[in-house]
C-alpha cells in the first residue's frame, strides 16, 4: 500500500507526459515506414519513401506557423493573443491551399522529377496539404501554452491514424499502391486536427495588432522560414537526389538507410518542442537560458553516441530485423550516415535556441551549410557512399562553426 502510496505521489509533469509520448509516435512512425519496406521491397518502397519525404518537407514548411503561434502565445496575452492566433489561422490557411494545388498542378512534372510510377499519388497528397497547415497552427497555440497533454493527443492522433489506415488499406484489399499511401496521410491530417477548437470570432478592432507587434511576428516569421528551408534541404534533399541520380532498387535501399540513420534526429526533435518556449518564458522573465542548452545538447551527444555505436557494432543485425535481407547492402553505411545526422541534430539544437532568442547568425550558417550539403551531393554522387561522405563533411563543418559562434557568443557576453 505504502508503495502504490509512493507511486501516487510522484505525479508525471506535462512535459514527462509529452517526452513520453513522443517517443510513442516515433515508434510508431518508424513501424510504419518499417513495415512498408517489408511488405512493399526496396523499388516499390522507393515511391513510397517520395510520399513520405514530401511529408516532412510538408511538416517543416508548415513548422514555420506552428513555431511563430508557439513564440508569441508566449509573449502576447487576452485579446492581442485572440487577434494574433485569428490572423496566423488565415494566412496557414492561404498558404496551405496555395501549396496544395502547386504540387496537384504540377503533379506529371513531380513524377517525371522523382521518377515515380504514378502521379496521382501527388494529386491525392496536395488535396490535403491546407489541413496539414491548420493542424500546425493549432499545435503551436498548444505547445506555446505549455498544454503538452492536448499536443501529444495531437501527434498521436496522426500517427496511429496513418498507421492503422494506411495498412488496413494494403493488407485487407492487397493494393500495394502510392495512392494508397497517399489516402492514409491525408486521413491522419484529419485525425491530427484533434483537438482542435475553431478560433473565436471577435471584432475586427481587436484583431488588429500594433506596428511594434506586426514588426516583431513579420521578423520572427521571415527567419523561421528560412530556416525551416534549411531544414527542408539538409533533411530531405539526400533522398530526393538519391531518387533522382540513381535507380528505384538503390534508391529504396537507400531510404531504409535514411530512415534508421536519422533516428537521433527524431529524438532531438523532442527536445526541441521543449527548448523554444522555455528559453522565451525564461527570458521574459529576465533569467538565464544557457543552462537549459547544456542540458539538452548533453541528452542529444548521449543517445548520439549510444546509437553510432549500436549501427557501427550490429549494422546487419539492425538491417535485417527492421528491413529484412533485402536491404543488408547499406549495413556498411549506417553508422556513417548516424554520424551526418548526429552532427545535424547537435547543430539543430544551437540554432533553435538561438532563434527562440532573436538571434539569427546561427539560422544563416544552417542555411549556408544545407546549400553547401545540397551541392556537395549534386557534384560527388558516383555511389551511395560519396553521398553519405559528402553529408557528413557538411555537417562536420555545420557543427564546428556553431560551436566556435556560441563560444565567440559567451565570451562577448561576459565582456558587456
Known amino acids: 500500500m505504502q508503495f502504490i502510496a509512493s507511486l501516487k505521489s510522484k505525479k508525471i509533469t506535462p512535459e514527462q507526459l509529452f517526452m513520453l509520448s513522443v517517443l510513442v509516435v516515433n515508434g510508431g512512425n518508424y513501424l510504419y515506414n518499417l513495415i512498408l519496406g517489408r511488405l512493399l521491397g526496396p523499388a516499390q518502397f522507393a515511391d513510397a519513401a517520395v510520399l513520405i519525404t514530401f511529408l516532412l518537407v510538408l511538416s517543416f514548411a508548415a513548422m514555420t506557423f506552428q513555431l511563430v503561434t508557439a513564440k508569441f502565445s508566449v509573449l502576447f496575452e487576452n485579446q492581442v493573443l485572440k487577434g494574433f492566433i485569428s490572423k496566423v489561422y488565415k494566412n496557414a490557411l492561404v498558404v496551405g491551399i496555395i501549396m496544395g494545388v502547386l504540387i496537384v498542378v504540377f503533379a506529371n512534372q513531380l513524377q517525371n522529377l522523382f521518377n515515380t510510377s504514378s502521379s496521382n499519388m501527388f494529386i491525392v497528397f496536395g488535396c490535403g496539404v491546407p489541413l496539414y497547415f491548420l493542424m500546425s497552427v493549432n499545435r503551436g497555440v498548444f505547445q506555446g501554452k505549455k498544454n503538452f497533454k492536448s499536443l501529444s493527443i495531437t501527434y498521436q492522433g496522426e500517427m496511429l491514424s496513418r498507421l492503422i489506415i494506411t495498412l488496413g488499406l494494403i493488407l485487407i484489399f492487397n493494393i500495394q499502391s502510392s495512392v494508397v499511401i497517399a489516402v492514409g496521410i491525408i486521413a491522419s491530417f484529419v485525425f491530427g486536427l484533434i483537438p482542435f477548437k475553431v478560433p473565436t470570432i471577435i471584432p475586427k478592432k481587436a484583431l488588429e ?65 521543449l527548448l523554444l518556449p522555455t528559453v522565451v518564458q525564461l527570458k521574459k522573465d529576465g533569467k538565464e537560458t544557457a543552462s537549459i542548452l547544456f542540458k539538452y545538447v548533453g541528452y542529444i551527444a548521449v543517445i548520439s553516441i549510444a546509437i553510432i555505436v549500436l549501427c557501427l557494432s550490429f549494422p546487419e543485425t539492425i538491417i535485417t530485423l527492421l528491413f529484412g ?91 558587456i
Do not use: C
Not at 254 to 273: D, E, P, Q, T
Open 209 to 273: 495588432l500594433s506596428k511594434t507587434h506586426t514588426k516583431e511576428i513579420r521578423a520572427f516569421f521571415i527567419i523561421t522560414v528560412f530556416y525551416e528551408l534549411t531544414q527542408i534541404i539538409i533533411n530531405n534533399s539526400d533522398i530526393l537526389l538519391v531518387k533522382h541520380y540513381f535507380e528505384a532498387y538503390e534508391a529504396g535501399l537507400y531510404a531504409s538507410l535514411a530512415l534508421i540513420g536519422r533516428m537521433v534526429y527524431f529524438i532531438a526533435w523532442m527536445f526541441v518542442m
Open 325 to 415: 535481407d533485402s536491404y543488408i547492402a547499406m549495413a556498411p553505411l549506417l553508422w556513417k550516415y548516424a554520424i551526418a545526422t548526429s552532427m545535424f541534430a547537435i547543430s539543430n539544437i544551437f540554432a533553435y535556441y538561438y532563434l527562440s532568442l532573436d538571434k539569427y547568425i546561427p539560422v544563416v550558417i544552417t542555411g549556408v551549410f544545407g546549400v553547401l550539403q545540397m551541392g556537395l551531393v549534386i557534384f560527388y554522387h558516383e555511389s551511395l557512399e560519396q553521398v553519405v561522405h559528402m553529408q557528413i563533411i557538411a555537417m562536420l563543418l555545420l557543427l564546428g562553426i556553431q560551436l566556435v559562434f556560441f563560444k565567440y557568443n559567451q565570451i562577448k557576453e561576459k565582456a
